[in-house]
T-cell receptor, first 110, second 114 residues
Framework: GEDVEQSLFLSVREGDSSVINCTYT??????LYWYKQEPGAGLQLLTY?????DMKQDQRLTVLLNKKDKHLSLRIADTQTGDSAIYFC??????????FGAGTTVTVRA | KAGVTQTPRYLIKTRGQQVTLSCSPI?????VSWYQQTPGQGLQFLFE???????NKGNFPGRFSGRQFSNSRSEMNVSTLELGDSALYLC?????????????FGPGTRLTVL
């Protein structure tokens, strides 16, 4: 795995959709992941996508992958206050290492 | 199924000391990875163990070491602690045969070096 970049902050109104973006550089990435970290807690795996897929939907979560541009996004529909957290995108390649972005802090305002 | 457990949850040490952190993976998981999380550097990969063998290593000095036991439990050791070693140390386990290699994280050990 190599560099993974994501924007640092996102503020969203409760009930709106959140979109968190991520770019990566390792073309050998096989799987890409989204993790959520709440204050004082470890990382919770939210969802993942295989590199030959374009989209994956799981309840309120939609992952879009543009492999050509090495761009990954996570959309959270109907964002709730409980969605306030830090979201990390990560990728894994043939080296078994997870490479993480710096994390996007999502703040949900009423 | 019980999740990944890490002990201790909090630890305070002084410079020059050494520390050992423990991780018990989810039952049946054979791979254990360790990560260091700091505000400045984010999440960085330390090493990964699979079936008692270190399979991969990140870019950390030799003061950081680890091992895995036959029951897949893992320990990591940091010798000659420095102030910059203060961090949240996370361990993750996975089954790892092929496929998505979903890694499940423990709550972490918060190490403070004074």
């Amino acid at each position: 795995g190599e560099d993974v970049e994501q924007s640092l902050f996102l503020s969203v109104r409760e009930g709106d959709s959140s979109v968190i973006n991520c770019t990566y550089t390792d073309s050998s990435s096989t799987y890409l992941y989204w993790y959520k970290q709440e204050p004082g807690a470890g990382l919770q795996l939210l969802t993942y996508i295989f590199s030959n897929m374009d989209m994956k939907q799981d309840q309120r979560l939609t992952v879009l992958l543009n492999k050509k541009d090495k761009h990954l996004s996570l959309r959270i529909a109907d964002t709730q206050t409980g969605d306030s957290a830090i979201y990390f995108c990560a990728e894994i390649g043939n080296d078994y290492k997870l490479s993480f972005g710096a994390g996007t802090t999502v703040t949900v305002r009423a | 199924k019980a999740g990944v457990t890490q002990t201790p949850r909090y630890l305070i040490k002084t410079r020059g000391q050494q520390v050992t952190l423990s991780c018990s993976p989810i039952s049946g998981h054979r791979s254990v990875s360790w990560y260091q999380q700091t505000p400045g550097q984010g999440l960085q990969f330390l090493f990964e163990y699979f079936s008692e063998t270190q399979r991969n290593k990140g870019n950390f000095p030799g003061r950081f070491s680890g091992r895995q036991f036959s029951n897949s439990r893992s320990e990591m050791n940091v010798s000659t602690l420095e102030l910059g070693d203060s961090a949240l140390y996370l361990c993750a386990s996975s089954y790892w045969t092929s496929g998505a290699n979903e890694q499940f994280f423990g709550p972490g050990t918060r190490l403070t070096v004074l």
